[in-house]
């Protein structure tokens, strides 16, 4: 298959005959580099500089163009000084790393206007290795999708780079482009670093496409119009295949488009494609790595196309770390497709480390950030104490003033929504238990057939065992409130195929008769990357509005998360009464962004509904 970024027959030849001469470590057996003039240069700028010793130089440059297995596209683009950098660099890196005895790190790169390239160190299925921090930089800074958990990303990598962010198309030669959304290949080394060591690298390549065709329909699908030239000139007849129904489904919907293409031939190797409308998630293709590194998958391989309507495509070739059968690495595959979907709606969260140290799966991740997120609502209620003391106070309405503000004080101090966090991160064996009692009322059998039936009385083992194992009681309350919410929730679209945000209806019998005296019809909690929020309705048939909340600072932000469900409660109340007279009853929707996510409020909106 032709690689977007390198397509030439010649060069395609020279990679396989790298990779031969690297599997067989035949050190004489080198092909001829289409590079040859390169490395001649190359070889002269450090002979003239004489940092490296004579006798050196000659294996070093043959080892850099004909062994290590770098991809051709890095000599097509890399300056003959920049490269003799490199070389430079790695092998004062491998002298260090052997004087010192410590593991071997490389951190090259180069950068041009419209064009960046990286190189780190990487093993397959090394889960700190510092590649990971060049993604998050390249989703940040050329993707403009870096969000890591509750702050934009900060890399450890001191590059400094500034992406422009206004995505009107402008002109390079006379040819449009669009700033802001760059393509990305990604190339591990066939080779290795020597041939005394095990360690390969890993080449981010970073360009500005340049288009055809000005036009930024978002409806427009034909190739030819929407693609950069490069893409154009060097695409194989089979990624164009897959390209053009990969973008014919995503036009037509918000959330991605996922295939997966087994390679002929090749028991376990697989091509892992998404297509999404650019800028409706944050954080996509960092959570993508992390999930096939969950199933015990690395890349050789990968890429980010973009297009001129507004549909980014990421391409990404899988091999399996594991010795297991052809069915198990198709199932795995297959896992992975799944959840793709599920990572596009939460891609990354505060409960991402759980994931990525293997105490929770992707699904439960997911569901954990759902409990969480109940638990901080509903904790902030009126409690059995509460009440007693209440009706101790009688009718006077100063004492009752005071204590309901005692009450929300001594709340709001102790449920934080960093407190309810922090109870869920203790204790994930607890989580995957809640995560299953959820599965089994919700997630249809292997078999297609239905789960479990509604009960809003289940779980009573898993309560008491909650009671029992869980000794801090803050934690217990918070454990608790999530099973409650599995008791009460009568319908998700969380293992639906195709979904934008995360839905959930549930009961409303289990809100308190004092603090809401009118129990609604229905009510909808709705989670997405950019927001949370609720919808309540009192009548079958009802109308009213959504209200987008925004908060200017975290102060405000704060009091928008614990007033969120009353608030909503009150409007769809009050439009209740004022369709009194009408066949409507009356409802009401609440989005409330999340700090990070207040420019995203159309983005939210779509989702929402």
Known sequence: MTSPFRTSTDSLKYFAALVENAKNNKPNDEPESPFSDQMETVTEILQGERLLDSSRISSEVGWFYNKLGLDRDYFRTTPANVVARHILALYAAKMVSHATGSRLQVKLHNKNEGNALFITASNPGKKDSPAMEIEHLIESNYLGEGYHGNTPVKSAVTIQVTAPTNLSPSLIAGVPVIPGAYRVAIYRTTGTVSPQSHTQLKLYTVKTPV??????????????????????????????????????????????????VYKDGASKMARLVVGYRRSTTHSFFSAITDLYHFYKMYSTHKYVEQFSNGISIFSV???????????????????????????????????????????????????????????????????????????????????????AQLKTRLLKDTFTESR???????????????????????????????????????????????????????????????????????????????????????????LSKIEYPSTPFALFFVVGSEFRGFHIRFRDIARGGIRIIRSPNLAAYDQ??????????????????????????????????SLEHQMKSEVAFRKYI
């Open 420 to 510: 309810v966090l922090e109870a869920v991160m203790n204790h994930p064996d607890i989580v995957k238990e809640l995560y299953t009692d959820f599965a089994n009322y919700h997630m249809p059998t292997a078999s297609g057939g239905s789960p479990l039936k509604y009960d809003s009385a289940h779980g009573e083992e898993l309560d008491s065992k909650i009671k029992k194992v869980v000794l801090n009681e803050l934690d217990c309350q918070v454990l608790r409130s999530i099973l409650k919410f599995n008791r009460n929730l009568l319908k998700t679209n969380f293992f639906k195929g195709t979904k934008t945000a995360l839905s959930f209806r549930l009961d409303p019998a289990f």
């Open 317 to 403: 070739y899988l091999s399996s770390l594991e010795t297991g059968s052809t069915d198990d690495f198709e199932q795995r595959m297959n896992a992975i497709a799944k959840q793709v979907v599920l990572l596009y709606v939460l891609p990354r969260t505060s409960l991402t480390p759980l994931f990525q140290a293997d105490k929770l799966s992707a699904q439960e991740v997911a569901f954990a950030y759902v409990g969480w997120k109940f638990a901080y609502t509903f904790l902030n209620r009126y409690s059995t104490e509460y009440y007693n003391l209440a009706e101790v106070i009688g009718e006077d309405p100063a004492k009752q003033a005071i204590l």
């Open 211 to 260: 288009f055809s065709n000005a036009s930024l329909d978002p409806r427009e699908t034909d190739l030819q119009k929407i693609s950069d030239l490069d893409f154009l000139d060097n695409a194989g007849e089979t990624t164009r295949r897959i390209y053009q129904e990969v973008i014919s489904e995503a036009v037509d919907r918000l959330g991605p488009v996922v295939r997966v």
């Open 560 to 593: 928008n998360t614990t007033s969120l469900f009353n608030e909503n409660y009150n409007l769809a109340s009050t439009q209740q009464s004022k369709n009194k007279d009408i066949p409507e009853g009356g409802s009401k929707g609440t989005i409330l962004l």
